[in-house]
T-cell receptor, first 112, second 111 residues
Framework: EAGVAQSPRYKIIEKRQSVAFWCNPI?????LYWYQQILGQGPKLLIQ????????DSQLPKDRFSAERLKGVDSTLKIQPAKLEDSAVYLC??????????FGEGSRLTVL | KQEVTQIPAALSVPEGENLVLNCSFT??????LQWFRQDPGKGLTSLLLIQSSQREQTSGRLNASLDKSSGRSTLYIAASQPGDSATYLCAVVDSSYKLIFGSGTRLLVRP
């Protein structure tokens, strides 16, 4: 069974530039999550989708972050404009209706 | 608001020791609890999933217990090996399938 795929693995940008991350969850998983993990901390939930609807985006900085999950499968997370404090690893995870979560390798963002 | 705490934040033990990692949560109304392992620069790997109706789960040298009423879970690692060195994260899932993480325990097993 293929795992959660994420790209790019690494991205370096200057502040005020934009960046987009892509996630392809495990086939059949209805729930998709985006997490932000700053070095030395546990992952923080940014947004949770159930199929293509948003369940929770209370911690998503909506002035600069946006996410979508068209057709209830792949998802993209965009940051525009980026700030220095956005430097982190962005993790995508999926599950089948609240069951075991499977994570991708993550996308490491460095904002200079 | 659910909060998850992990103690200790870091742990260093000699190879062969049995060890216990602790996780506590403030709201006992959970759907399940998962333990993850994270190696430096990598994503999270699921170790054990305990449903809210279960008391424990075992996988090889790992055993995780759950006491929902007291808001506690422990991860027991038997006969630790240097390859067990990683960060171990505990996370609880609430009724809306929202996953809340602790900040993790960094484990170093010395040869």
């Amino acid at each position: 069974e293929a795992g959660v795929a994420q790209s790019p693995r690494y991205k370096i940008i200057e502040k005020r530039q934009s960046v987009a991350f892509w996630c392809n969850p495990i086939s059949g998983h209805a729930t998709l999550y985006w997490y932000q993990q700053i070095l030395g901390q546990g992952p923080k939930l940014l947004i949770q989708f159930q199929n293509n609807g948003v369940v929770d985006d209370s911690q998503l900085p909506k002035d600069r972050f946006s996410a979508e999950r068209l057709k209830g499968v792949d998802s993209t997370l965009k940051i525009q404009p980026a700030k220095l404090e956005d430097s982190a690893v962005y993790l995508c995870a999926s599950s089948h209706h609240g069951g075991e979560l499977f994570f991708g390798e993550g996308s490491r963002l460095t904002v200079l | 608001k659910q909060e998850v705490t992990q103690i200790p934040a870091a742990l260093s033990v000699p190879e062969g020791e049995n060890l216990v990692l602790n996780c506590s949560f403030t709201d006992s109304a959970i759907y399940n609890l998962q333990w993850f392992r994270q190696d430096p620069g990598k994503g999270l790997t699921s170790l054990l999933l305990i449903q809210s109706s279960q008391r424990e789960q075992t996988s090889g040298r790992l055993n995780a217990s759950l006491d929902k009423s007291s808001g506690r879970s422990t991860l027991y690692i038997a006969a630790s090996q240097p390859g067990d060195s990683a960060t171990y994260l505990c996370a609880v899932v609430d009724s809306s399938y929202k996953l809340i993480f602790g900040s993790g325990t960094r484990l170093l097993v010395r040869p």
